[in-house]
């Protein structure tokens, strides 16, 4: 064996938390090799004593728009004051603000405003995260987006999946022409460099017919599908990325019990996004013991983007999904590691301690695994392994 971890608890996350106390893990050519009883352990060329801390899966952002420039503090600032949506938007605010910041920013300068905000999950123990377009919506600005995403991933211990989430909105220079700009999108999806494909389907953003012509375009490239769905009203939109066989529908407050039974038969797994859900005061929560007596699995993200969500802590996304919608932290951490991988289609590589998979985990200084969901502002992880390598929390940026 490579390297040996061993005089800790581990949270497998295989069935319900997986505990297995007093273990110890081993890591060969950046996979995990071997776990179990500590007395058993293997022979490694290092060893790492945990000194009873407790070793979790890396933990899984599934949903964000981390990569954009600017941010709308000035906007939270105004409505805060009692000005309206319109009132921002016709002084030049909302979404569009952050397009004319992104499609000026450099690839560098991209990266330096992103850098910090994954940083600041990853020193929560975050090994993978998923990374949207949509602030550039022109085809020079979406591919940036997302070369930007996959530097991070070179220049930070972080593994990156992309998401092309072109019709996120429509940008102005197509007012009055949503078909024609879904025509420039699908056209984008037969050539863009990404893991799969997200729309924004709502009364404000696309129509189900819209969408399913982008979700065909992404049939053609063989990539999967992602929705943006029912967070506003309810559009159907569960139903349809289902029928797609879709990797999530995320957001969900309007889930209907009938896009319910669709995704528990199509396999979507549910991403809950509180944040957004705190940051805009919302009313009405997602249905969430509805989901859970179907079976359908329920991951938690921050949703990170500088409109609705500007957030930058898992641990935080996870206290408010049990707080605010009552999941158990059993449900919070299986959202945040077996359930978020799922989501990204990445569950034969990460989001559970086993054999075969990437050796990718966190290591907390907590008494039990609940301890994750139950803090509010501090920070317990004391070290995090990203492909069997060993990281101090604190990540320098570029």
Known sequence: MDTLFTNLDLATMVEGYGELRDGAIAVKDGRIAWLGPRVHAPAAARTHDCQGQWLTPGLIDCHTHIVHAGNRSDEFEARLNGATYEDIARAGGGIMSTV?????????????????????????????????????????SEAKMLRVARRLAGELPVSVATTFLGAHALPPEYAGRADDYIDLVCRMVADIDADAVDVFCERIGFTSAQTRRVFEAAARRGLPVKLHAEQLSDQGGAQLVAEFNGLSADHLEHLTPAGIAAMAAGGTVAVLLPGAYYFLRDTTPPPVAALREAGVPMAVATDCNPGTSPMTSILLAMNMACTLWRLTPQEALLGATRNAARALGRAAEIGTLEVGKRADFALWEIARPADLSYSIGFNPCRGVVNAGVWRAPAVDTP
């Open 100 to 140: 004319r910041a992104t499609r000026a920013a450099s690839d560098d300068e991209l990266l330096r405003q992103s850098a910090p905000r994954v940083a600041s999950l990853l020193a929560e123990g975050v090994t993978t995260i998923e990374v949207k377009s949509g602030y550039g919506l022109d085809p020079e």
